[in-house]
Structures are given as C-alpha cells and as structure tokens.
C-alpha cells in the first residue's frame, strides 16, 4: 500500500494570500518527472509542488500554468505565467523547487519576484 500523497497550504506572507489550499506536493523521482502530464486541466485544482526543481518543461502538456519558482528559503526566485505547452523553463536561477498553479494564480494573489511564501502542511483528514 502507497503512501498517501503530502499536501500543503501555500500563502504569499508577503502579499497576505493564499495560493493554494491543499497542494500536492511531487517527492518522488517519479512523480517530479511525470508531474501534471496526467491531470486533465478541469482536475487541475491547487497546482502541484514540485520539489527539487529548478527547471520545467511542458512537453506532451494539453493546457498552460503559472509556474512560480522557489528558493530554499520558499522566497519566489522567478515567476513565468501563462506558460503554454511545448514550452521549457531550462533553469529558473537561484531556484530550489517549482508551484505549477492554474493559469491566473499569479495575478489573483499579487504574487511577485522576492516575495515570501509559507508552505504548511495540511492533513489528510
């Protein structure tokens, strides 16, 4: 039997909004590589945490994202929104991990270059 999946609420401390509610969060070599691939984007919800990765690419993706790109401080190293598939982030600098969210996130939580992010874990339950 699998784990279940780490989720976690992600708030701009900054700004004073959240981004996302209960986001699953990528550990696995696995699911850091397969990533959104198989969620259809009406699933696409709170976005996903990509741990330990600084770069991203949309190949065989069907929809666009925001992508917001994470020190290890969760301080928001590059923001790329609107990305389209076919498309590659080849190396965000000075990023540790990615949030691919829903196209829009970006905008709705005033989320900028420098602000400061809080990750809490949320529970199953």
């Known amino acids: 039997m699998s784990e279940p999946q780490r989720r976690v609420r992600i708030e701009n401390a900054t700004?004073?909004?959240?981004?996302?509610?209960?986001?699953?969060?990528?550990?696995?070599?696995?699911?850091?590589t397969v990533g959104l691939l198989r969620t259809p984007e009406s699933a696409l919800g709170d976005g996903l945490l990509i741990e330990r990765s600084p770069s991203i690419h949309m190949f065989f993706m069907s929809y666009p994202i925001d992508a917001i790109f994470l020190d290890r401080h969760q301080r928001v190293a590059h923001i790329?929104?609107?990305?389209r598939p076919w498309r590659v982030v080849a190396w965000a600098r000075g990023a540790r991990d990615c949030f691919e969210a829903p196209v829009g996130t970006v905008a709705r939580s005033g989320t900028i270059i420098g602000d400061q992010l809080r990750l809490t874990a949320v529970s199953e339950a």
């Open 80 to 83: 790329v929104t609107d990305l």
């Open 15 to 32: 700004r004073g909004t959240v981004l996302a509610e209960r986001c699953p969060v990528a550990l696995s070599t696995r699911d850091r």
